[in-house]
């Protein structure tokens, strides 16, 4: 079974500067995907970021950015000049590639940031 | 922007009472899916639906479970007969591919209360 894990309840950063949220997950497939969607209060969840197993390299969209570290099967989200609209619960969450197993999400506990002015 | 829609925002029911929650994926999608979120655990996988059958539920998913697509537009959940345990906020999502370039595009949820 698939699990991942956000041990982060709850963080908060100053505007402008950066932070890191954690992600770690377990998984036996070799091929999956990880994403990182963003819940502001009372809204929809949206997609932040992706980042597909078999690459090496981090991905990056404008402020934010992964640390996948597959190894150690951890994926963290990083984002740069932090902005009040950022203020949400951030979902880390996996699937397998390829079947029918794409958009069965597994997903953490979430993490909620505060961006404070 | 497009978006996924869900009805109703709130719904309280009676123990032993039929639900429907319904959801409006996006117009050209053709992947939809449902998930659920009690109180303070996981938003958890229900279910995927694709080309009018169900593609892969979970082990919550049981017979009192059930998706259609009733007009080629909505998407609904019906619970045939609810359980307190069945209280959570219900989130329905569409996709355009049923791969890694098919985002999932969730709507705002339905939250079910049961009594």
């Known amino acids: 079974a698939q699990t991942v894990t956000q041990s982060q309840p709850e963080m908060s950063v100053q505007e402008a500067e950066t932070v890191t949220l954690s992600c770690t997950y377990d998984t036996s497939e070799n091929n999956y995907y990880l994403f990182w969607y963003k819940q502001p209060p009372s809204r929809q969840m949206i997609l932040v970021i992706r980042q597909e197993a078999y690459k090496q390299q981090n991905a990056t969209e404008n402020r934010f950015s992964v640390n996948f570290q597959k190894a150690a099967k951890s994926f963290s989200l990083k984002i740069s000049d932090s902005q009040l609209g950022d203020t949400a619960m951030y979902f880390c969450a996996l699937t397998n590639a390829g079947g029918t197993s794409y958009g069965k999400l597994t997903f953490g506990q979430g993490t909620i940031l505060t961006v404070h002015p | 922007e497009p978006e996924v829609t869900q009805t109703p925002s709130h719904q309280v029911t009676q123990m032993g009472q039929e639900v429907i929650l319904r959801c409006v994926p996006i117009s050209n999608h053709l992947y939809f899916y449902w998930y659920r979120q009690i109180l303070g655990q996981k938003v958890e996988f229900l279910v995927s639906f694709y080309n009018n059958e169900i593609s892969e539920k979970s082990e919550i998913f049981d017979d009192q479970f059930s998706v259609e697509r009733p007009d080629g537009s909505n998407f609904t959940l019906k619970i045939r007969s609810t359980k307190l345990e069945d209280s959570a906020m219900y989130f329905c999502?569409?996709?355009?591919?049923?791969?890694?370039?098919?985002?999932?595009?969730f709507g705002e949820g339905s939250r079910l209360t049961v009594l």
């Open positions: 999502a569409s996709s355009a591919q049923g791969s890694l370039t098919g985002e999932l595009f």
